[in-house]
């Protein structure tokens, strides 16, 4: 995995809730990304090639073993893994249940044992808390990210990323924080993430979030624009920009923009380049 980091930075030139297991937060640590692994975070729409190139490197390319998890889509059976993420010639399984009986399962797993990479489709993610919360399938996932491996994931599948999950009322997803539907799957901590922010008009939802929340970060993903995290590096890729809201005011707005190649510390929540 170290080469795959290092093909990776050639391609770019270079409170509430309890830590992963095998993460450690410093008193100094505001927020962490994954200790081993990569995460790249989708905020939905059509990706570019860079977002895609990202994936494929990280992943193994033609070697790659994809785990493929549509359930947070209304319509799984319409849903499909995004061609231009996933390598020509990768392995790609699909995995998806509604019966957490099934989740918890091993035969269910096994796929995931394998895997160098999983990719979360869009869609709602409180169905994706609600089938695989809890459950071994939920274990298995982070043990592909413990293994050094590739979490990716668009839309919902980005914000289930997160420590505090946004928008994760079963109502609609107008709801920013819905009691019951607050834990997210927590590759990074810390941290909520929101997508299709720009194209939704969606700016300055996250401010609420934080408020009720101190000592949260939060990362709004414009479409076509992905957070790549490893370690507490996070770098913008794609179209558009990713939105910071730190709980400060910024030139009279509650967030401050990130464009693409710039790149951010999640331990001291600072701009580190572009």
């Known amino acids: 995995m170290q080469r795959r980091g290092f093909l990776v930075a050639t391609l770019l030139g270079a409170g509430a809730f309890e830590l992963a297991p095998g993460q450690a937060r410093t008193q100094a640590t505001k927020a962490s990304g994954p200790p081993k692994g990569s995460l790249l975070i989708i905020g939905g729409g059509k990706m570019g090639p860079e977002i895609g190139q ?24 319409d849903t499909q893994p995004p061609g231009n993420l996933i390598a020509s010639g990768a392995s790609v399984t699909t995995l998806h249940t509604w019966d957490r009986k099934r989740a918890d399962s091993e035969a ?28 071994r399938t939920e274990r298995e996932i982070r043990g ?13 599948g980005a914000t289930i ?9 079963p109502e609609g997803n107008g709801i920013v924080m819905a009691q019951g539907h607050e834990r997210g799957f927590g590759y990074m901590q810390n941290v909520a993430i929101d997508q299709h922010v720009l194209a939704r008009g969606r700016a300055n939802d996250m401010a609420q979030v934080v408020a009720a929340h101190p000592g949260h970060l939060g990362i709004s993903n414009d479409e076509g624009t992905a957070a790549l995290v490893q370690k507490n590096t996070l770098t913008v890729l794609g179209r558009s920009v990713i939105l910071i809201t730190d709980g400060a005011m910024h030139d009279g707005k509650t967030y401050y923009t990130l464009p693409a190649g710039s790149r951010f510390d999640l331990a001291t929540w600072a701009v580190i380049g572009t």
């Open 161 to 169: 990323q997160g420590s505090y999950l946004v928008r994760g009322s």
């Open 144 to 156: 592909v990210l413990d293994r050094g491996g590739l979490i990716a994931g668009t839309s919902a």
């Open 54 to 77: 990202a994936g494929r490197q990280l992943s193994g390319g033609a070697d790659a073993h994809w785990v493929y998890i549509p359930t947070a889509a209304e319509n799984v059976a």
């Open 108 to 135: 269910f797993v096994a796929p995931l044992l394998q895997a160098t990479a999983v990719y979360f489709g869009g869609g709602r993610q409180w169905r994706i808390v609600d089938a695989y919360g809890g459950t």
